[in-house]
């Protein structure tokens, strides 16, 4: 390829980017503009600030790159230069990003770390091998747990049980089957969500409502948005506003919240001006509305968030562990998962994981490379490349041996041997051998596993493989 040729096709790539660097440059300019430093709505979780890291670094990174390759290449004079204004203009995008999201600059100009590469393969993996998705070919099974499947599903989404009842998916419609299999309410909603205390939310017509397990309204769809019924009350958003109602679908608390979330230990988490506190079923603040975020209380506990930072409160509002965490998870078995970042840490590249007790004490000598929360007494955790698991006490009872590991659900877990998965008991035994392409957690006593079309999913599933499968 000729000088020429080759400074054309070079010179075309840095304008292409460098029209993506100013058409970001300028969103960002407006976003500064509108919201001052405040987060914008889609950052201002610590996932999504992730992404925004992306969106400011990419092009700055590429433009950087391509103004290096054009001293090594001999690009002209005029590409050279615009590659370097349109760089310095993003550097100082990032520049500015990261006094806004007090990340250190080298987290915002080099994302693409082992941390935040691992994160997404994980997601996506994740995503991949435990949902199952309409485009992938799949055909769910739900399997007990000898590994004997009871049913096919012919639906093109199923979903864990709950009540006895889970929920289906058949052509864009929402619908309810029963632990034979058998669709018991048809598929007829645009939106649905699992049983809880008896009721299921759905909506039709861009109205929320309750069905019974007969299918039939017990509250008529009428409102905007509509949460599960949890402690004999569901949240529920009428107009712009968020309040409460009871099963008889009366209102109980009179919306006036910005946003509101199922009762947990006789509190619930709202929002009035930005600020969260937490109401008892009367409507009445316990904890008054003066932090930033906050999750249900489990355990006596629950999450807050101050100035960006997670701790956690007593059902008084006290502050019994210091909000210090980038990432703070409910209690569960009486512990907590958190992670901090530090960019001297040398775990994750700058992410520690942790377990905490109630007393806000590690439970772990030594950060970990990645890790789930506890059930059932015992945690999914990553050391190294492989996942095992440990108890209460921090010490590994199921020795890191698979690729990935999901929480026990009613004695057992999913586990991926490869691409692989099959589910283990609280010894570690293989109970149910690797070769499914997904499976997800127990409930009520089935799991729902996948595999692709081609695949016969004939037979049962015990530990002696599906070579060996019985009829």
């Not at 600020?275 to 079923?281: E, P, R």
């Not at 490379?369 to 050391?383: K, N, W």
């Not at 149910?432 to 037979?459: C, Y």
Request: charged share 20%; glycine share 10%; with cysteine.
């Amino acid at each position: 390829m000729s000088r020429n040729k080759r400074d054309q096709i070079l010179g075309r790539i840095v304008l292409g980017l460098a029209l993506l660097g100013i058409l970001h440059f300028i969103i960002s300019l407006l976003i500064w503009a509108t919201f001052g430093f405040a987060m914008p709505f889609w950052v201002s979780r610590a996932t999504d600030v992730d992404w925004g890291m992306f969106l400011h670094s990419i092009p700055a990174l590429a433009l950087l790159l391509l103004f290096v390759m054009s001293f090594v290449f001999g690009l002209g004079k005029k590409i050279r230069r615009a590659g370097a204004i349109l760089s310095a203009a993003l550097v100082v995008s990032a520049v500015c990003f990261s006094i806004e999201t007090g990340k250190n600059l080298y987290q915002v100009l080099l994302p693409i770390s082992h941390t935040q590469f691992e994160y997404r393969f994980y997601s996506w993996w994740w995503y991949r091998k435990t949902v199952r998705h309409e485009s992938y070919n799949y055909r769910d099974a739900y399997i007990n747990k000898t590994g004997a499947k009871i049913f096919e599903s012919e639906f093109d989404y199923t979903h864990g049980f709950s009540e006895g009842l889970a929920l289906v998916k058949l052509k864009k419609m929402w619908g309810f089957m029963n632990e034979l299999g058998e669709c018991v309410i048809k598929p007829q909603f645009d939106f649905a969500s699992s049983f809880s205390e008896e009721l299921a939310v759905v909506r039709i017509d861009q109205k929320a409502g309750y069905i019974n397990k007969t299918g039939e309204y017990a509250i008529k769809p009428q409102f905007d948005n509509a949460g599960d019924f949890s402690e004999g009350f569901a949240p529920v958003k009428i107009k712009e506003k968020w309040g409460y109602i009871d099963k008889a679908g009366a209102i109980a608390i009179k919306p006036r919240f910005d946003f509101a979330e199922g009762f947990s230990e006789g509190l619930a988490p709202i929002s009035v001006d930005q600020k969260y506190g937490f109401i008892d079923t009367t409507g009445t603040f316990v904890i008054q509305a003066r932090f930033d975020g906050a999750k249900p209380f489990s355990g006596g506990m629950a999450p807050v968030e101050f100035e960006g930072k997670w701790g956690y409160v007593d059902k008084t509002g006290r502050i019994v562990i210091a909000p210090e965490y980038d990432v703070a998870h409910r209690f569960s078995d009486g512990i907590a998962l958190v992670q901090k970042d530090n960019a001297k840490s040398g775990y994750r590249h700058g992410h520690i994981t942790q377990y905490l007790n109630k007393h806000g004490d590690p439970l772990l000598e030594a950060p970990l490379d990645s890790a789930l929360d506890f059930a059932e007494g015992f945690a999914p955790v990553r050391i190294g490349k492989q996942w095992g698991f440990i108890d209460h006490t921090g010490k590994v009872s199921i020795s890191p041996q698979f690729d990935l590991a999901l929480a026990f659900s009613e004695g057992m877990a999913s586990v991926a041997v490869g691409d692989k998965w099959g589910y283990i008991n609280k010894t570690g035994k293989l109970v149910i051998h690797p070769q499914f392409d997904s499976a997800s957690w127990f409930s009520e006593g089935l799991a729902r596993v996948g595999m692709i079309k081609q695949t016969n999913l004939s037979g049962d599933y015990s530990e002696r493989g599906p070579d060996s499968a019985g009829p």
